[in-house]
């Protein structure tokens, strides 16, 4: 259990253009999910925290305006990066979290995506 | 603020043997759970171990387990049997109980290198 996908793996895309990934807990309901950016050898920088039916809470230096999430149901949650640029490649993962009852607050992990804007 | 340390960036084991990974961490609260995660190649972030900060059993799954240290706000992470696939880097996480917002609070990481 406690499965989440990521969607796309992989894209690569023209600077200037908008690229949606999305993130979907397979087997469990996440009130709460999150966005992370990861550079090369680092470690995991949260962007923002999605509640399902609300706004997205963005840490502080992340641009609300170029990275939009929408958090429509309680498995579904999305991160548009509009208007890419080349500085806005990098691998981004999303994670969910669980309710008490199976293990609160328990981030699982989707597999990532490698974001390539050209 | 909460703050997570990983004291090590690389660690080395020789496989079938046993290493232990450091984490230490600083917060004023009582109520929290602390968690190790392995990043494989892959970058698919995996959870390895979770301990509640109320229980003073020490946490363990099959070959991974943890030496929680409350006073001393320490959580290392220990893995026997070395095998190739457990070579990744392990980030070791610490989230408030019921935190305001629940996220996550990371070390840099330690990358594990599995000696065949």
């Known amino acids: 259990g406690a499965v989440v996908s990521q969607h796309p793996s992989r894209v690569i895309c023209k600077s200037g253009t908008s690229v949606k990934i999305e993130c979907r807990s397979l087997?469990?309901?996440?009130?709460?999910m999150f966005w992370y950016r990861q550079f090369p050898k680092q470690s995991l920088m949260l962007m923002a925290t999605?509640?399902?039916?609300?706004?997205?809470?963005?840490e502080q230096g992340v641009e609300k305006d170029k990275f939009l999430i929408n958090h429509a149901s309680l498995t579904l949650s999305t991160l548009t990066v509009t208007s890419a640029h080349p500085e806005d490649s990098s691998f981004y993962i999303c994670?969910?979290?669980?309710?008490?009852?199976?293990?609160?607050?328990?981030?699982?992990f989707g597999p990532g995506t490698r974001l390539t804007v050209l | 603020a909460q703050t997570v340390t990983q004291s090590q960036p690389e660690m080395s084991v020789q496989e079938a043997e046993t290493v232990t990974l450091s984490c230490t961490y600083d917060t004023s609260e009582s109520d929290y759970y602390l968690f190790w995660y392995k990043q494989p190649p892959s970058r698919q972030m995996i959870l390895v171990i979770r301990q509640e900060a109320y229980k003073q059993q020490n946490a363990t799954e099959n070959r991974f387990s943890v030496n929680f240290q409350k006073a001393a706000k320490s959580f290392s992470l220990k893995i026997s049997d070395s095998q190739l696939g457990d070579a990744a880097m392990y980030f070791c996480?610490?989230?408030?109980?019921?935190?305001?917002?629940?996220?996550?609070?990371f070390g840099k990481g330690t990358k594990l290198s599995v000696k065949p």
């Open positions: 999605s509640n399902e039916g609300s706004k997205a809470t963005y």
């Open positions: 087997d469990f309901q996440a009130t709460t």
């Open positions: 996480a610490y989230i408030s109980y019921g935190g305001s917002q629940g996220n996550l609070i």
């Open positions: 994670s969910a979290k669980t309710t008490t009852s199976l293990g609160g607050d328990t981030q699982y």
